[in-house]
């Protein structure tokens, strides 16, 4: 029989890649650091090739690494599909899918676009996962989730991903504000130096507007939910950048009101998932009634 590579080995090596060090790969696996290094440089001798380069300030991939990285996730995806087909099997028969959404995406689209799923499959086991980007990001590469779904001004590197919708940003303010009742936008360099209501960092607003600014924003307070950001701004605590769909009702109702910006505060909201290209089964299903909405 072969001797194949060991496949704990080929996930750490892939986490090096996602985390940018071997102490990061090495706590996201759940694996000492000295029992790391030595995984590494058995998988080395194993394969033939070098595949850190060391040195005082840490561990870098070589070229071959990356290669070997690529070809290591298909290797995971593969045994990961294993081993849940296998459970699968030994349970039931009832499909079932997990999915991770950041909070703007579960909090006003995912629960129609679950409805729908299980107007055609209502004997689906659906789990649903809230984060923001950065933690929904996590999930998948992690394997606790099928799908994501996330915000963001660019897409995320390593994993597949297709844009279902589009979203706007906008800036808010309560009626008393200064710039409740403003004719002219509020101008790029005036909102870099007003301190704002925020998401939390790994937010995909919070991510979108700092690209918006070409640097970060300036916080007075930051939370970690749309509703205490919208709650916070409506005491009067300061300005906020939300997504449209978390504030529209305010909007309507005069609670808030919308100041213009010189700002294209659009975004992209995307599917995102690992493995096979082309997704199959109850996550394809549901990407394409997203993109349908």
């Known amino acids: 029989m072969r001797d194949w590579p060991d496949l704990s080995a080929l996930e750490l090596l892939v986490a090096v890649a996602d985390h940018g060090s071997l102490s990061a790969g090495a706590r996201a696996t759940g694996v000492a650091q000295p029992n790391a290094s030595r995984s590494i440089a058995r998988l080395e001798r194993h394969l033939g090739v070098t595949l850190l380069h060391r040195s005082t300030h ?12 690529e070809w290591s996730r298909k290797v995971i995806q593969a045994a990961r ?81 297709l844009v279902v919708a589009h979203d706007e940003l906008v800036l808010v303010v309560p009626p008393q504000h200064e710039w409740a009742h403003r004719r002219t936008p509020v101008t ?25 600014l070409g640097a970060p924003a300036r916080p007075m307070l930051e939370l970690a939910s749309n509703a205490a950001v919208r709650v916070s701004v409506l005491s009067g605590t300061a300005p906020a950048v939300l997504s449209r769909l978390a504030v529209s009702d305010a909007l309507a109702g005069g609670t808030l009101c919308e100041v213009r910006t010189t700002l294209g505060l659009r975004r992209q909201l995307r599917a995102v998932w690992t493995g096979p290209r082309r997704l199959r089964g109850a996550p394809a299903e549901l990407v394409a009634i997203a993109k349908r909405s």
């Open 188 to 212: 790029e360099a005036e909102l870099g130096a007003t301190r704002l209501v925020m998401r939390e960092a790994g937010s995909g607003t919070r991510v979108a507007l700092d690209e918006a």
């Open 81 to 161: 599909e294993l081993s849940e087909g296998a459970t699968s099997l030994a349970t039931d028969s009832a499909e079932s899918i997990v999915v991770a959404a950041s909070q703007t995406v579960a909090e006003h689209l995912l629960p129609s676009w679950l409805a729908a799923l299980r107007d055609t499959h209502p004997e689906l086991r659906i789990e649903v996962h809230v984060h923001n980007t950065h933690d929904v990001l996590d999930d998948l590469r992690e394997a606790r989730c099928d799908l994501g779904f996330i915000e963001g001004p660019r897409p995320p590197r390593g994993v597949n991903h």
């Open 58 to 69: 840490g561990s870098t991939l070589t070229a071959s690494g990356l290669l070997v990285v």
